[in-house]
């Protein structure tokens, strides 16, 4: 579907535009966070994560579980604990414009509560898929070279073809972990 292209991080750091940051919650799944700069009809992509909260939970040190609380193993009570840890950790300022998926609620919730003032869920209506990739393949759209997943993603988003071998409108929902918050 898309053909975008990449650029040198240090490029993407020279843009002076105002930065978003877009969120795709994954357990499981990836949890795609992206930083995105948009000037003159063209988007700039920048991937802060890719790794599951399952990941992230299993490469914790001991000294982080301690700062995240004695509970770190029970996602419930660690969830507004591991996302105010990482968005801190990746350097995500309170200031930016978060939108995130709104399939958490309590995850937008947790950041509105821990200072993140611009967390927003994205607004999903009947027929945003297809809009919001509308609206992205009628931009020019970069991504830096360290993202390496989202190179991935938007070499292999693809529609879906019925058992007729008919390529149809909508996309595949596979592998759209940085391309979703995007959108």
């Not at 991937?47 to 299993?58: D, K």
């Not at 809009?131 to 879906?160: C, M, P, W």
């Amino acid at each position: 579907i898309f053909n975008w292209k990449e650029i040198a991080d240090h490029e993407y750091q020279q843009i002076t535009a105002p930065i978003y940051i877009g969120v795709d919650w994954g357990k499981v799944d990836p949890w795609g966070i992206i930083e995105c700069k948009y000037q003159d009809g063209r988007l700039y992509i920048h991937e802060l994560n890719y790794l599951s909260e399952n990941q992230i939970r299993e490469n914790l040190k001991a000294q982080e579980r301690v700062i995240l609380g004695k509970d770190a193993q029970d996602s419930d009570s660690m969830d507004e604990g591991l996302v105010k840890w990482y968005f801190e950790r990746l350097g995500i300022s309170k200031k930016n414009v978060i939108i995130c998926d709104s399939n958490r609620p309590l995850k937008i919730a947790s950041l509105r509560r821990i200072g993140y003032d611009y967390a927003e869920p994205a607004s999903k209506p009947g027929g945003s898929i297809l809009h919001g990739i509308d609206l992205l393949e009628n931009l020019e759209v970069f991504y830096t070279a360290s993202s390496k997943n989202v190179k991935y993603e938007q070499e292999n988003y693809s529609r879906k073809v019925d058992r007729y071998g008919i390529v149809l409108e909508e996309p595949q929902d596979v592998d759209n972990h940085t391309i979703d918050p995007a959108r």
